[in-house]
């Protein structure tokens, strides 16, 4: 017996851009509609992917090489993909992941200057070829977003973790994340939708859930009700 393949939708932005949030709505009227939803990410989504995210995030992490940073988000993701996201998919689950290969793409090889070929080479190599049905890309402003990812981390200092080391990272870096998360879109249009993120919750929502309907689930309108969950 097969299962039909689930659909593998990530969300990329900014820090601070608001994607979590849109992540668990998208989540929420998912599973509305009868969809089996799994939410994860990145770096991160396994016992040990969380610990090289708590290294990767920690600003006392100093003096990390951007070629380990590189290697260390790949580890991270060649263990998500075996241990969650492909045995979801081949259950026939929505697998929604805040971010993934394009954040690589964007931080490392954008930001730190490693450039787009590494990046895409090591996803070719230790991603098997995993790719995503929809990515949904939130644009925002490079000084608000920072800003608010820093005031949120500022505001929680019970956290468990300190995850400020890429928010302390200058303008310049951002700039340069952005660009080449939106030369990204440009390229893959067919999987890549531009989202604008500098509006209120609510109406990216709605516009999320449209890109989703209309590009995966084949339709504008509401699927009928008791869909598999
Ligand atoms: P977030 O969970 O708040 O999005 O934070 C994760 C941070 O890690 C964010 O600053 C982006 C960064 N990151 C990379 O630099 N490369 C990657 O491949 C991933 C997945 C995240």
Known sequence: MTTARGKFITIEGLDGCGKSTQLERLAVALRKQGMNVVTTREPGGTAIGEKV???????????????????????????????????????????????????????????????????????????????????????????ASVERARRRNQQNPGQQHDENRFESESRAFFERVRGTFLAIAER???????????????????????????RLLGSKETPAAGGRR
């Open 53 to 143: 995210r708590a290294v990767l995030l920690d600003s006392r992490t100093a003096g990390l090489d951007p070629w380990a940073e590189l290697a260390l988000m790949f580890a991270a993701r060649a263990q998500h993909i075996a241990e969650v996201i492909r045995p979801a998919l081949e259950r026939g689950k929505f697998v929604l992941c805040d971010r993934f290969t394009d954040s690589s793409e964007a931080y490392q090889g954008g930001g730190r200057q490693l450039g787009s070929e590494p990046v895409l080479t090591l996803h070719r190599t230790l991603c098997g070829g995993l790719q995503p049905d929809l990515t949904i890309l939130m644009d925002s402003d490079v000084a």
């Open 188 to 214: 893959e249009p067919q999987r890549v939708a531009v989202v604008n993120a500098r509006r209120q919750p609510d109406p990216v929502s709605e516009e999320i859930l449209g890109i989703v309907r209309e």
